[in-house]
């Protein structure tokens, strides 16, 4: 979805460097999500935020961080790069006004690969 | 961890209707059930939401038993463009994230 953005779409590391990955969204939402999903495997929630001063960790948030800034943008960052955080990662934002009707839409995603 | 249950994999040829069923064994009483698509190397996308009984929209059809313990996504006359993981997903309390499992693979064959 184009009001769902995320940079950098694609990106190459090295352990043990510090990487953020940033997402953006026009769509007014209140709710920004992160999750990283690895081949063959279903999506796995990292951290969430309801609102600017909302931060929750998700399943699997061992090594990753957030910041909200704004409304409109979530980043994610890996303060020390590791092999295994070698996946795709997805950004997606959610309108609290549908209620339990809530529907999620998602960025295309950034492919991050650690050496 | 996930709260529903969908087989990993389906396979299905060209122009036959397909059907992927979900248990939700233990929905709660204001959950929504919902499914997302998703193609290879894009984010999902949501498909169709429903409560209880039939709900049609212009790509899928949702059936949903009266005990809610189930759930059938139905595709009719797929195309290989089909091809995709499909999520079943139970969409609760405001407070609570939604939980994507691995999905169901389906394959459309020419």
């Known amino acids: 979805d184009a009001d769902v953005t995320q940079t950098p779409r694609n990106r190459i590391t090295k352990t043990g460097k510090r990487i953020m990955l940033e997402c953006s969204q026009t769509k007014g939402h209140d709710r920004m999500y992160w999750y990283r999903q690895d081949p063959g495997l279903g999506l796995r929630l990292i951290y969430y935020s309801f609102d600017v001063k909302d931060i929750n960790k998700g399943e699997i948030s061992d090594g990753y961080s957030v910041s909200r800034q704004a409304q409109a943008k979530f980043s994610l960052s890996l303060e020390s790069a590791i092999p295994n955080q070698t996946a795709l990662y997805f950004c997606?934002?959610?309108?609290?006004?549908?209620?339990?009707?809530?529907?999620?839409?998602f960025g295309p995603g950034t492919r991050l690969l650690v050496l | 961890l996930a709260k529903t249950t969908q087989p990993i994999s389906m396979d299905s040829y060209e122009g036959q209707e397909v059907n992927i069923t979900c248990s939700h064994n233990n929905i709660a009483t204001n959950d929504y059930i919902t499914w997302y698509q998703q193609f290879p190397s894009q984010g999902p996308r949501f498909i169709i939401q429903g409560y209880k009984t039939k709900v049609t929209n212009e790509v899928a059809s949702l059936f949903i038993p009266a005990d809610r313990k189930s759930s059938t996504l139905s595709l009719p006359r797929v195309s290989l463009s089909d091809t995709a993981v499909y999520y079943c997903l139970e969409r609760g309390s405001g407070n609570t994230p939604l939980v994507f499992g691995k999905g169901t693979r389906l394959s459309v064959i020419a």
């Open positions: 997606a934002t959610s309108d609290t006004q549908r209620g339990a009707q809530e529907t999620q839409y």
